[in-house]
Nanobody, 114 residues
Framework: QVQLVESGGGLVQPGGSLRLSCAAS????????MGWYRQAPGKERELVAV???????NYADSVKGRFTISRDNAKNTVYLQMNSLKPEDTAVYYC????????WGQGTQVTVSS
C-alpha cells in the first residue's frame, strides 16, 4: 500500500519560513520523481517544484529563489524548504510521487498571514 504523508504546514507571517516533509512508503522511492504541488481556494492545483531520483530540480517561476526542494533517498523523504513566504503562497500543499503510476498525499495547509 502506497502512502505519502505530509507534515510541517501551519500558520506563518509574511517573510517567514516553513519546511514541509513528505514521508513515502510502498514505492521504490529512488526511482520516483517527487514533487510538491499546491492548490489555493478557487484555483487549480499547480506545480511548485519537482526533483528526480538523481537530484535534478525544477521550480515554478513564482517560487524560484525562495523555495528549495530536496530528497533523502535513505529516508524515503522529500522536503520543501520555503523562505520569504508571501500571502499568495497560502494553499494546501500536496506531495506527489511519479514513476509508472502517480500517487498523492493528503495535503498540508500552509497559511501566510499577519
Amino acid at each position: 500500500q502506497v502512502q505519502l504523508v505530509e507534515s510541517g504546514g501551519g500558520l506563518v507571517q509574511p517573510g517567514g519560513s516553513l519546511r514541509l516533509s513528505c514521508a513515502a512508503s510502498g514505492i521504490f522511492f529512488s526511482k520516483n520523481v517527487m514533487g510538491w504541488y499546491r492548490q489555493a481556494p478557487g484555483k487549480e492545483r499547480e506545480l511548485v517544484a519537482v526533483i528526480s531520483g538523481g537530484g535534478s530540480t525544477n521550480y515554478a517561476d513564482s517560487v524560484k529563489g525562495r523555495f528549495t526542494i530536496s530528497r533523502d533517498n535513505a529516508k524515503n523523504t522529500v522536503y520543501l524548504q520555503m523562505n520569504s513566504l508571501k500571502p499568495e503562497d497560502t494553499a494546501v500543499y500536496y506531495c506527489n510521487a511519479r514513476n509508472f503510476a502517480v500517487y498523492w498525499g493528503q495535503g498540508t495547509q500552509v497559511t501566510v498571514s499577519s
